[in-house]
């Protein structure tokens, strides 16, 4: 006869020791297979059966404290009553596992006393020594009647199962993606790692992966021709064909600054990547801002750090000479490469020689090897007294009106401006006669003072003169 499994419902082979569907033995080492109401099938389970018999804790059976036989309380069950109340007890069991769960009993806690027929309806005894709060009664159904389970955990095998299919093909998908983009035969190529290289050595590598180089010349402190760094970057991926730019490194070389202005010059070798530069400035005659001078040479190379010396032309400029003498002031300008040269200035500020400035005036930009006048105080006070002076010594007799005077001295010479000088000085007339073929004779008459002006002009010429004096 056919076993159907109380837990899931599961029809099975005759004789069958474990359930197909849930594997629940139906059997336990030593004890009788399960028949009757423990097969669901019809007929009277074996009364030797034991508690070693029952499927499992969830099916057995309750403590029993007290069953009585059909219509005779307190009378000891009958075999057929006990086989009812068995039949009850599972199949309770099998349509609420709430109750089964329960907990087993003991096999002593066995029914002694007689059973009341099946059809009557039984209390759930004690469980645990604890009673229950809620009292349950159950008919026990007929076992040719008994309704199968629902087979619950077949469905639930079958979506674990597919479940489990999922994810294996997921993972197995996974696997051949990765490994096919490990090996690049999708997602692009992989950049390669050639910076320290040579360019040359660079270059067909890159080639080689299937890409197209280009490179730039990058200023550096390293060796000449190595790869800097390279665009896309190393291991970046790329298409194929991709053009890959690579920095390549190359000297830094002292830059052709000489007669560009002083910011120009700055911003070449900013590029170069000079950082330690120092401007110096020096008289030239070359346009003033202008570099005339750049150490280390153009074209020389050199490191970042290296020190780079900008020469600045300034101009020449004339030097201050007021208040110098005469050779201190030619000596000054001889320094700057001036020639030299000088002319007289009338001025009654400063004392006769005194140099009053140059021309061009102090403070001009002028070349070297130009021609400065060094101004030299003259007194035209002193040049009229001295040119008074000169005509009154140039002779002694002199005649004003008809009288001759003899000139005794020069008393007083005094400048009055506008090139006019003062005189006063002291002369005695006189007379000469000569007696029917004799010598002359002279005779003087007493010394007089005579007052008077005189005036020059620029070339020292007398212009005139108040009383006139005649040079006799």
């Not at 159907?4 to 082979?13: E, S």
């Not at 730019?245 to 070798?269: F, H, N, W, Y």
């Not at 002028?366 to 007294?385: D, M, Q, T, Y």
Request: aromatic share 6%; glycine share 10%; net charge negative.
């Amino acid at each position: 006869m056919d076993m159907i499994c109380p837990r899931c419902g599961m029809d099975n082979r005759s004789g069958a020791r474990f359930c197909n569907e849930c594997g629940m033995p139906f059997a336990r080492e030593g004890g009788a297979a399960l028949t009757g109401a423990f097969a669901w099938q019809d007929g009277a389970a074996p009364l030797d059966a034991t508690t070693a018999d029952l499927p499992d804790a969830q099916t057995t059976l309750p403590s029993v404290t007290s069953l009585d036989a059909p219509g005779v309380p307190g009378a000891p069950a009958s075999p057929a009553g006990l086989h009812e109340a068995i039949e009850d007890t599972f199949y309770i069991g099998a349509i609420d596992p709430v109750l089964a769960d329960r907990g087993s009993a003991p096999e002593s806690s066995l029914p002694t006393a007689p059973l009341q027929s099946a059809a009557h309806t039984q209390e759930l005894p004690q469980v645990g020594g604890v009673a229950d709060t809620q009292s349950k009664a159950y008919k026990a159904s007929d076992a040719k009647k008994a309704p199968k389970m629902p087979r619950k955990g077949r469905v639930a095998n079958k979506g674990v199962l597919a479940l489990i299919i999922v994810v294996a093909v997921a993972l197995i998908g996974a696997g051949v993606a990765f490994g096919t983009y490990a090996l690049q035969l999708w997602g692009g190529k992989q950049v390669p790692n050639v910076i320290g290289l040579k360019a040359e050595d660079a270059t067909d590598k890159l080639e080689a992966a299937g890409f197209t180089v280009s490179q730039v010349l990058v200023k550096s402190d390293d060796v000449e021709g190595i790869v800097l760094k390279t665009s896309p970057e190393p291991d970046r991926r790329a298409e194929a064909g991709t053009e890959v730019i690579i920095d390549v490194s190359c000297a830094r070389t002292v830059p052709d600054v000489i007669g560009k202005s002083q910011d120009e010059a700055l911003a070449l070798l900013a590029e170069e990547g000079f950082e330690n530069v120092e401007v110096a400035e020096q008289k030239s005659n070359e346009a003033p801002g202008t570099i005339i001078a750049v150490s280390p040479e153009v074209g020389v190379r050199s490191k970042a750090q290296s020190k780079i010396a900008l020469t600045v032309a300034i101009p020449y400029v004339v030097p201050a000479t007021s208040g110098l003498t005469f050779d201190e002031a030619k000596a000054a300008l001889e320094a700057e490469g001036y020639v030299v040269t000088s002319a007289y200035a009338y001025s009654e500020e400063v004392p006769e020689g005194s140099v009053l400035g140059t021309d061009p005036p102090e403070g001009t930009e002028l070349a070297s090897g130009s021609e400065v006048c060094i101004n030299v105080a003259k007194s035209r006070a002193n040049e009229v007294v001295g040119l008074a002076r000169a005509w009154f010594e140039g002779s002694a007799n002199y005649r004003m009106g008809k009288i001759s005077y003899e000139l005794q001295s020069v008393d007083e010479l005094r400048y009055e401006g506008d090139d006019t000088c003062a005189f006063t000085l002291t002369m005695r007339p006189y007379e000469t006669h000569s007696w029917f073929g004799s010598q002359p004779e002279t005779r003087y008459g007493n010394a007089q003072k005579v007052t008077g002006t005189m005036r020059f002009s620029s070339s020292g010429q007398l212009e005139s003169m108040d009383p006139v004096l005649e040079r006799a």
